[in-house]
């Protein structure tokens, strides 16, 4: 999986729009880009993955930029309960690379 | 429909001791891959099992073992324990026709070695 930076933290009030942008400059043609969720005591969930431009769940929106080099996780008007760890992945689709690969995440924070 | 589940929920051993650790996949799903967890850190790949052999292994020693079953539930055996294996233990599990790099996770096991 190729490597990907985050912030370590951001903190954020209740109702706001998170936007968390994880860097992938050496990002493949074939890599696809996850982000999960983790919340304190629990393990890790996926949230979205997506290949380009954007995309969007019940849970976030993904936005891809032409060159792929960056994406952003935007978490739409947040509450107390949306503070957890969040992780950027980057994966090929067609490696034998069956692991994920965590880095540090970034810790979301949101306040009342 | 249950999801990934783990057991024990808790558990202290002492040095150089043996511990197995379980889990039950999620329905229909046939791949589990285990995670250690420091605190502070991201989950770190173990190795992963598919038709109860192991496809793949991360940067761990041979202290750590697995096995997976028919039914496709696993286990997670660490030998000869050392203070550094207190972790979280996590187990995921995936299906075929599941979105790339997809994986459910179970609640974990904490482990603490005194």
């Known amino acids: 999986l190729a490597k990907t930076t985050q912030p370590i933290s951001m903190d954020s009030y209740e109702g706001q729009e998170v936007n968390i942008t994880c860097s992938h400059n050496?990002?493949?043609?074939?890599?696809?880009i996850t982000w999960y969720q983790q919340f304190p005591s629990q393990g890790p969930r996926f949230i979205i993955q997506?290949?380009?431009t954007k995309v969007t769940n019940e849970v976030a929106s993904l936005f891809i930029p032409a060159d792929r080099k960056s994406s952003t996780l935007s978490l739409p008007r947040v509450s107390l309960s949306d503070t957890a760890v969040y992780y950027c992945l980057v994966g090929e689709e067609d490696s034998n690379d069956y692991k994920l690969s965590f880095g540090a995440g970034t810790t979301v924070t949101v306040r009342a | 429909d249950a999801g990934v589940t783990q057991s024990p929920t808790h558990l202290i051993k002492t040095r150089g001791q043996q511990v197995t650790l379980r889990c039950s996949p999620k329905?229909?799903?046939?791949?589990v891959s285990w995670y250690q967890q420091a605190l502070g850190q991201g989950p770190q790949f173990i190795f992963q099992?598919?038709?109860?052999?192991?496809?793949q292994r991360g940067n761990f020693p041979d202290r750590f073992s697995g096995h997976q079953f028919p039914n496709y539930s696993s286990e997670l055996n660490v030998n000869a324990l050392l203070l550094g294996d207190s972790a979280l233990y996590l187990c995921?599990?995936?299906?075929?026709?599941?979105?790339?790099?997809?994986?459910?996770f179970g609640p974990g096991t904490r482990l603490t070695v005194t």
């Open positions: 099992y598919y038709e109860e052999e192991e496809r």
């Open positions: 050496n990002i493949a043609t074939n890599d696809y």
């Open positions: 997506g290949y380009k």
């Open positions: 995921a599990s995936s299906f075929p026709e599941g979105q790339l790099y997809e994986q459910y």
């Open positions: 329905s229909g799903h046939d791949t």
